[in-house]
C-alpha cells in the first residue's frame, strides 16, 4: 500500500495531528532520515487550499512531496531543514501512526477564539521601590547582549540618570540634554514621573509635570485623529456620530504603552503607538469606525489576545528575524505570500522594519472566505 498525498491530508494535515512514520526500507527517505520519524506535515496557505479541493475527488490519485516538521528523531541540523524545505516523498512513507485526538486545527472555522490566559498577581511595591530590581534587571539585559526597544531604552537612561548619574557616557548625556543644557522633554517626563511615584517629587515639578501631561495627551489626539482620517474618519466626526467608540479609542490610544514581542536578541521587535494604530484599526473588529477598512481581514481573536498572538507568532521566527537583521541590518523583515507564518490556523503576513518595529500584521484572507 502506498499513500497519497489526500489521506496523509485527511489523516494528519488537515488537523495539524503529530505523526508517527515508518518509511519504506530502501526508499529515498529511509536513506536520508532514518527508519521512523515523529513530525508535524506542514503545509502553505495555498497548499492547505489545494488540499481542500483534492479531498473532495475519488478515488485519491496524487503523490509528491511532504514538507514535514520534526519532533523526535535523530537527525542533524541539515537534515531538519532538509525535511522542512523539500520534505518526504509520500511513496516512500509506510506507515503512518497517530492518535485519535479531538480536532483542534481551526484553518476552516469562521467564529472568534479566545486564548486560555493564566493572570500572574504582582505586588507593587510602595514608593516606587520596583524601579530598583527594574533597573537592575534591565543592566543585566545590556550584559547579555539583549537589544533594548526605544520605551526600554528611555527608562534605562532615566534611571541611570536617577541612580548612577556619574556612570552616565557621553553620548548618554547628548541623549538625555539638549544644546542648552535643558533635559529633552521625552526624557524629563519619564524622569519626573520617577520622581512622582518615588514620593520625592516638589511642588514646582508637579507644575511642570502637569504640563508634560497635558502636551502628551494632545499629541494623543493628534496621533489618534490621524489614523480616523487614515480610515475616512476623525476624530471630531467620530465624537459626533459615536460618542462612546470615541472615548474607548482615545482611551485605549492613551493607554497604550510600547509593546516588545520578543525576549532575547540583539535586535528588539516590538509595537510602537503608530504601529499598533495602524494594525488594530485595519485588522480589529473593535477597532474599526466604518466600511472603509472592511476589505481588510479581521483577526479572529478577541480584542485582548490580539498581541498574544502577534507575540507567540514573532517567538516562533525571533531567531530567523536575529539571523536576517545582522546579515542585512538596512533591510525590512517580511513574511507573506508561501512565506506567511502560520499560527493555531491562520496565516499571517507581517513586516518588521530595520530597527525591530512590527511595521504591518494581518491574517491572510481564505479561500473559503473570499468566496462569501
Known sequence: MKYTLEEIYILVGREDKTAGLTLRRGSEAQKKYGNDLTVVFLYTQKEREEMDRLIKNEPFQYSGFLKARILV???????????????IHSDDIAHVLYFMAPEKNTFHATEKRTINNINVQLN??????????????????LSLGIGLCPKERLFYLVAKYYYEPEQLT?????????????????????YLSMKYIREEISESEKNRL???????????????DKYLIEAGSSLERLVEHNKDQAVDLFSKTLD???????????????????????????????FKVNKHFEHKDNFQWNEDDVFTVMGQVIKAY?????????????????????QSAYFEGDYYTFHIDPSGRVATFHKNRKLHEQIK
Do not use: C
Open 124 to 141: 507593587i511595591l510602595p514608593k516606587g521601590q520596583d524601579l530598583d530590581w527594574m533597573y537592575g534587571s534591565t543592566k543585566y539585559q
Open 210 to 224: 502637569g504640563i508634560l501631561i497635558s502636551k502628551k495627551n494632545k499629541d494623543s489626539f493628534s496621533t489618534l
Open 318 to 338: 525571533n531567531e530567523e528575524i536575529q539571523k536576517f537583521f545582522a546579515d542585512n541590518p538596512e533591510k525590512r523583515y517580511s513574511k507573506y505570500g508561501s
Open 170 to 190: 557621553e553620548d548618554e548625556k547628548k541623549v538625555i540634554f539638549s544644546f542648552n543644557g535643558e533635559m529633552e522633554e521625552e526624557i524629563e517626563y519619564e
Open 256 to 286: 497604550f504603552k510600547e509593546r516588545r514581542l520578543n525576549v532575547v536578541g540583539p535586535i528588539p521587535i516590538f509595537l510602537d503607538i503608530d504601529g499598533y494604530l495602524h494594525i488594530y484599526m485595519r485588522h480589529v473588529e473593535e
Open 73 to 87: 528523531g535523530d537527525l542533524s541540523d541539515e537534515q531538519v531543514e532538509l525535511l522542512r524545505v523539500e520534505g
